[in-house]
């Protein structure tokens, strides 16, 4: 049986764990796409929400894509598909069910009612509703709410559970090519450096292409941006764990992919800051160059840098390896319900971010390790193993 790989295990963990951060600032990121914002906003806080948002999510299907492979040798086809249904698709609909509903009730009536009272910009997602729906349910209490949450896509929200579906999507649709791929494990050579490079031109191409239809929001059946550039990113996972030598490639060579994604990341960020200044055709293609190459190379560069550093076991890191996926299931709805009081408060903006900062991690962790951990049924519901 093949050695486990718990640099794996701590990406996973470092990946889920940066949710905290990285969704505690989007309630004050300039660009309105998350379920509550603030009247107050911060540029600082925009761009590291933009500079993580490169890489972030295709490194969680990545993840996804090696953690495939490993289920694929060690189970077989039926089993992983069982598998996933425990694991992915049940946790979906409960977290939709429950922590989507409460999200959702902030983000349709809360939130609408919070733009129209103050002018604000609406989101993206709400925009892309119908706005006469959702100015009518502005007043809803939440028992008005649920059934229309349930019955309506006006105000039905599956939130950051998104990530569940498109991953159980892509495990269903892709199973044929996972299974002909594993069938080829270890047939592949790298003989030059440069050749890990390969994908970062089709991957601008499906980008800089897809995205101007498609920009992202994470519908399902009409999102072909993210669906084709997330199915890849989950693909390339699953080719890194059968095949060693893309693993040895990045051995020797994450230091250098590293350093061209923190330039390119901040090249993409320099796009970010003169969005004003450029006509819509380069300002896009810019944007794509260099946000893809940074997403690319810097999943190397972390995929490097774990193999070399971070393939240990310890206590801390079995717990925070079995936590990740109820801690990414609660975390959204541990975020947007304090943060909405919060953000109220008259405080400064750096008060207001540090405390909700402090409050999130510890209400979901509370919620984790005091409501779901020592229980079989929340742990099933939440994918976990069952306790022994």
């Not at 991953?167 to 003989?191: C, D, I, K, N, S």
Request: with cysteine; glycine share 6%; net charge positive.
């Amino acid at each position: 049986m093949e050695e486990r790989r718990y640099d794996i295990d701590w990406l996973r963990i470092f990946a889920t764990y940066l949710l905290f951060p990285f969704h505690v600032s989007k309630v004050y990121d300039a660009f309105p796409d998350y379920p509550i914002r603030s009247l107050d906003l911060s540029m600082p806080l925009t761009y590291f929400t933009s500079f993580v948002h490169l890489w972030h999510m295709p490194l969680f299907f990545v993840l996804a894509g090696w953690s495939l492979y490993g289920s694929l040798s060690r189970r077989g086809a039926r089993a992983v598909l069982r598998e996933r249904v425990n694991r992915i698709f049940l946790p979906f609909l409960v977290g939709s069910a429950t922590f989507c509903l409460v999200i959702g009730y902030f983000e349709r009536v809360l939130m609408v009612r919070w733009i129209v009272a103050n002018h604000l910009e609406a989101s993206p997602a709400a925009a892309s509703f119908h706005p006469q729906a959702l100015a009518a349910g502005k007043d809803l209490t939440f028992l008005q709410y649920v059934p229309k949450f349930f019955t309506s896509l006006d105000y039905f929200s599956w939130s950051h559970l998104w990530f569940l579906i498109y991953l159980f999507t892509f495990t269903l649709l892709w199973f044929p090519l996972f299974r002909w791929l594993a069938r080829r494990a270890g047939t592949m050579t790298f003989r030059r450096p440069w050749q890990l490079y390969l994908p970062i031109p089709a991957l601008f191409l499906m980008q800089g292409i897809l995205r101007i239809w498609w920009p992202g929001f994470q519908n399902l059946y009409n999102d072909w941006g993210n669906f084709a550039y997330y199915s890849t990113a989950m693909i390339l996972g699953f080719l890194l764990a059968s095949q060693p030598a893309i693993g040895e490639a990045i051995a020797r060579e994450w230091r250098r992919a590293a350093v061209i994604g923190v330039i390119a990341g901040a090249l993409c960020l320099w796009t970010i800051s003169h969005r004003n200044d450029w006509a819509d055709v380069p300002r896009h293609l810019c944007y794509h160059a260099f946000g893809t190459t940074a997403g690319y190379t810097l999943v190397i560069g972390l995929l490097g840098f774990a193999r070399s550093h971070l393939n240990f076991r310890n206590r801390a890191q079995g717990y925070l390896a079995e936590s990740a996926l109820p801690v990414y299931i609660i975390h959204q709805a541990a975020i947007v319900i304090p943060g909405w009081a919060i953000m109220h408060l008259s405080l400064g903006l750096p008060l207001r971010f540090s405390l909700l900062l402090a409050v999130a991690p510890a209400l979901c962790l509370a919620t984790y390790h005091l409501l779901v951990r020592p229980f079989s049924l929340p742990r099933r519901l939440l994918g976990m193993k069952p306790l022994r």
